[in-house]
């Protein structure tokens, strides 16, 4: 079970990475995520890290849209690394991808890496919120979320051919045999 944080502390998020608390409830909180630029309700039962307390407390008596906006506005500015991007390996940089098909009388395609790099981070990321879903999904059984998550982790082991590609470890897809 996590621990209380105000709204305004900076957290991270197994899934869904940096975000910022705007709103708390008895059982979840209200987290803005950079990654997908949305806020998520997220249980407070799941493991979330701690990045930088607010020594705010929750508002109390009626706030407006505006005052909401521009606190959060300033929270993002202050709280998030809004620069973080996913490195590739240096030895890929400016390198190029080539297709080529078995049938000679076809044409080969090239694709710039850090083209197909972006997609491939884009799809880890998706991967990532679609297995957070299934796992706050009020509906589904603990036993099919068992279920769709070893679909996931099959996925996972599949893409880690493309782990080549990540400068940092950290951020490489992990399958059976890893964290996620």
């Known amino acids: 079970m996590s621990t209380e944080f105000n709204i305004g502390s900076t957290i991270e998020h ?3 990475g940096k975000g910022v608390i705007v709103g708390a409830e008895p059982e979840y909180y209200v987290i803005w995520f950079k990654v997908q630029k949305s806020t ?3 249980n407070k039962s799941e493991e979330i890290q701690l990045l930088e ?3 705010n407390r929750p ?3 009626a706030v407006t849209l505006d ?3 521009d606190a959060l506005e300033r929270i993002l500015d202050r709280r998030l690394d809004t620069g973080e ?3 590739l390996a240096t030895r890929w940089q400016k390198g190029t991808m080539v297709l080529k098909p078995g049938d000679a009388t076809l044409q080969s395609k090239e694709v710039p890496i850090e083209t197909f790099f972006h997609k491939i981070v884009m799809v880890r990321d998706k991967l990532r919120v679609m297995e957070q879903k299934i ?3 009020k509906v589904l059984t603990d036993e099919e979320k068992v279920e769709l998550q070893q679909y996931i982790t099959g996925i996972y082991g599949s893409l880690t051919t493309f782990n080549v590609l990540f400068k940092d470890t950290d951020d490489q897809f992990k399958g059976a045999g890893g964290k996620e």
Do not use: V, Y
């Open 67 to 69: 005052q909401i906006e």
């Open 85 to 87: 991007t996913i490195p």
């Open 53 to 55: 307390a607010s020594a």
């Open 59 to 61: 508002i109390d008596g």
């Open 135 to 137: 796992n706050a999904h």
């Open 14 to 16: 197994p899934g869904f």
């Open 40 to 42: 998520k309700i997220i």
